[in-house]
């Protein structure tokens, strides 16, 4: 329905949506919908004081008849609250007594609603100030106090009740909702009651504008599409609007009027008559006059504060009730509208409106859990969407809205979005109820919202100065790493004010409000961090320092969820869940790690490269060791020193992983100074086969004769072991000094490292004790390259240096003709070199070796000399004889190696060489017995029993081997006939 009246006083606001106080303060747009029809802000102020008015005063000189709860008739048959809330109001007006308007202002307690809202009653009402500069202003009844509040002046009161007698006099006996109040004040004012001609044609437009809206735009009983009393008022208010009216009290228009109003008033949903007219009871024009009759509850002085006589005031408004088709139910949603509204309208300063919207809010929880009609559901609605739009634009960025001293006034807020969002949620929305079940709770998620997005919010202002810094550090993908940095800082702070300030308020309605926030920031700044690690490569102290600062915060995030979460249902396990570490000291364990390999690779690189040139050459008579582990021990050195000036937190650690970076490079140079070396066993000479000696004067002679200018022909070979290629004895020694030194070293570098790790911030004194710093597997590789290259020499030096006086002459033919004295001589030059070369830690394994090698190679020409060797019971003397020399040569007056380890190392010599001594029959005995022993069997049932590891006196092989090296007639026709044994290898 179009409106035929447009706003013809310049001077007036022509707003549809009445936000507005009754003092003219400004707040949010009306939620309550759009008139259609632009009313003035004083239009409506005069329509609703002229209903308040009316529905007060008594008709005619009796009073009116007010019944204790109100039911509307028919149409709308809603009950008022069976029991008083913070705001209904059960006290009424008892038939026999005076106006309620013309009832005395008493000096009453506080108002009871506005304790039952949580409003203080600190101020006092300025019109019960009873000095003597107010005292002539001061109301004495309640009429004067809601003229005064609503703004009305003496003049246009005085019309108003005037124009009420009129009607009262005119309709004795009718109640006043049986009225159309427009339209009696049409046909009862007359233009002289007016001060102007303009005026008064300003106030006939208003009525006729408000019987539009209420009858045409807004009716409460709907119109039928072709409503032919509708039509007809529309003519009427059509032809009003294009030229003046004169509406008398009988006249033609007026009866008109009349006859067009009156059955759109009357009308009814079930279609039977009702006394009670319908004009100014449909939404939203009832709820935008019942707005500006509750806005004047604030005292004009001070427009935070309700008066001190509200109890009256809304015991007043409740007698409009009836004519505006308001109930309960809408009484109770406006009043929460018009507090909320009003501590907007006045700067949001007074957060106690808040606390007592939010209180009201209470009461229209328990009306729409109930509620059936829908025109009421779409009301709530969007009132309870505009008031939840509003608290929710300040909390979803609560960190800019709120500060310390505010935060009464945030808890007020989040109160209010709270009680707003469960009525919307769980009272209308009919997902809710399909989501029921599913235990949905509005409260903890609204505030988990909340806190989320004001903590993003809250980092993204701050990230503004991280891109700020990006944009000028030229690399738009990685901030400059100091920047991240401070940005930890900043997020340590941030969550610490959060934690002291934000999170007791919302922990009202989340109890893990500030594990939420901080497991937001941790996924906030873990997005940048892992940014800032992809590009990454090296250990740089920037990078190191992010690091450092990402871990303290993500330490404080951690603790501070874990805290929050302690007496959770889950222990805070949903929570920890959320955030996954951010590894920082495993990035700079990994970075370490990545640096500590590079370094050891470089160690076996240059060990590659220039260990093939070592000559292990003595670099100096006091340093008898190689020039090349000079600088492998410095680039080592170096290492360490360059470890622990890295600028990170976790060195202890991370020495494990250096110890072994160095070991492995380090083992790689003991395998290439021993490598080509040889081992004892490369050097022993293969062992003939089994033969029988060689018997008779003549082969003996023969044999001396042919062997004596050998001897004299055979020069010594030691000059070969030390000339100049790398296998010579004293560079076998330097070798030997090497690796000993190597073990020297390291234990200087251990206690070092030791130093370092004690010396550092960042060690834990009751952790370290030593081990993690210990080169264990390159000293292992010392001790068993010295033992090898003791061995490898001794051999050497035995078998293939004085090979010619070993094994190819010592008794060779004769024994008493080839006896040990040439080799002892050629031998002791060799214990001299090695004595005076090697290390006097090393000297006694070298010499000691060297003894075992020759007492070997002794032993070996005595069993495995081969046919050119043959010995008789008389031999043994002069064998022992020259056992003892040899001895004797490692004594070397006391200044050798020691007896004991002397005669420890000829035991096994010692034990064979009683088996020269026996008789052949004994010893053939001996054989048969021992071979039973090991074997189990007689001797003609088995083959040449094999060679052992180990010589022994007890052993059928070293047995026949005697037996084989025997010059006698019985030992030779043993072994021919029992295993056929040639005189010829």
Known sequence: MAPFYRERNAGESKRHNMGVAGNGVSGLGSPFGELGVEFSHSELRETAYEIFVATCRPSAGKPLSWSPQYQRSGEREMSLSPSPSPVSFSSTYSPASSSPLQRSLTSSAASTVKKALGLKSSKKSPYKDGSPARSSKRPTTVSELMRIQMGISEERDSQIRRALLRIAAGQIGKQIEAMVLPLEFLQQSKASDFLNPEEYEAWKVRNLKVLEAGLLLHPLVPLEKNDSAAGRLCQVLKGASERPTEIGKNSESMQALRSTVMPLACRSLDG???????????????LMLYQILLEACFDGNDKCALIEELNEVLNLLKKSWLMLGINQMLHNLCFSWVLFNRFIATGQVESSLLFASENQLAEVAKNAKAIKDPLYANILKSSLSSMLGWTEKRLLAYHDTFQADTIDLMQNTVALGISAAKILVE??????????????DVSRNRVEAYIRSSIRTAFAQKMEVVDSSRRSYGNPRNPPPPVLSVLALDICDLVKYEKEVFSPVLKKWHPLAAGVAAATLHACYGSELKQFLSGITELTPDAVEVLKSADNLEKELVNIAVEDSVDSEDGGKGIIREMPPYEAESVVASLAKTWIKLRAESLREWVDSNLQQEAWNPRAETE???????????????????????????????????????????????????SGCGTKSSFVPTLPALTRCTTGSKLGVFKRKEKLPMFQRKKSQVGIMNGGDSFGLSQLCIRMNTLHQICTELEILERRIISHLRNGEFTDMSALNGEEAKFELALASCHEGIQQLCEATAYKVVFCSLNHLLWEG???GEPASSRVEPLLRELEQNLELVASTVHTRVRVRALTALMKASFDGFLLVLLAGGPSRA???????????????????????????????????????????????????????????????????????????????NWSPSDPNTVLRVLCHRNDKAAIKFLKNTYGLPKKL
């Open 272 to 286: 039977y008559p009702t006394d009670t007219c319908h004009w100014a009871d449909g939404l939203p024009l009832n």
């Open 427 to 440: 009272d209308i929305s009919s997902q809710y109820h399909r989501r029921r079940r599913e235990g949905v």
């Open 624 to 674: 008898q060791f190689a020039p090349s582990l000079v600088e492998v021990i410095h680039m080592m050195d170096e290492t360490v020193e360059a470890f622990f000036h890295l600028p990170i937190p976790m060195h202890q650690d991370l020495i494990p992983h250096l110890v072994s970076g160095l070991d492995q490079g380090l083992q790689h140079y003991i395998s290439k100074a021993k």
């Open 810 to 812: 010592l008794y060779v």
């Open 871 to 949: 010995f008789s019971r008389q031999d043994c003397q002069l064998i022992e004889e020259d056992f003892r020399l040899l001895k004797q040569l490692y004594l070397v007056d006391g200044d050798g190696l020691p007896q004991e380890l002397i005669e420890t190392a000829a035991i096994l010599v010692t034990n064979i060489l009683p088996l020269f001594h026996e008789e052949t029959e004994d010893l053939v005995k001996r054989y048969k017995r021992t071979v039973a022993q090991v074997y189990g069997s007689s001797i003609s049932k088995i083959t040449l029993p094999p060679t052992p590891n």
